[in-house]
């Protein structure tokens, strides 16, 4: 299994950028498909953006689509979100998960990580 640890957040202004890591330990790190997640408060966990265990296929949420590009660094154990033109509307607590090759379901995640955007 693998253990995940976000970092990064913080509170920024709208139009703001910062970038989310998530560092993987305790197993093969390129053997897992890695996501991105969020959950607003008094909402549910939405999807933000996926990427393939080689980093070949990535797929984002509409909402983030053109502004958030997810990345992965293998060597290093490390997933990345950038999250750029920042608006009030992505503020979330932002979860990293990951999900071995072979199963359907993201089994793995991360605490989180709380993005804070003022207008």
């Known amino acids: 299994q693998v253990q995940l640890v976000e970092s990064g957040g913080g509170l920024v202004q709208a139009g703001d950028s910062l970038r989310l890591s998530c560092a993987a330990s305790?197993?093969?790190?390129?053997?897992?498909?890695m996501g991105w997640f969020r959950q607003a408060p008094g909402k549910e966990r939405q999807f933000v953006a996926a990427?393939?265990?080689?980093?070949?296929?990535?797929g984002y949420a509409d909402s983030v689509k053109g502004r958030f590009t997810i990345s992965r660094d293998n060597a290093k154990n490390t997933m990345y979100l950038q999250m750029n033109s920042l608006k009030p509307e992505d503020t979330a607590v932002y979860y990293c998960?990951?999900?071995?090759?072979?199963?359907?379901?993201?089994?793995?995640w991360g605490q989180g990580t709380q993005v804070t955007v003022s207008s």
């Open positions: 305790g197993d093969t790190f390129s053997r897992y498909a």
């Open positions: 990427l393939s265990w080689s980093g070949s296929n990535t």
């Open positions: 998960a990951a999900r071995y090759r072979t199963s359907l379901t993201y089994d793995y």
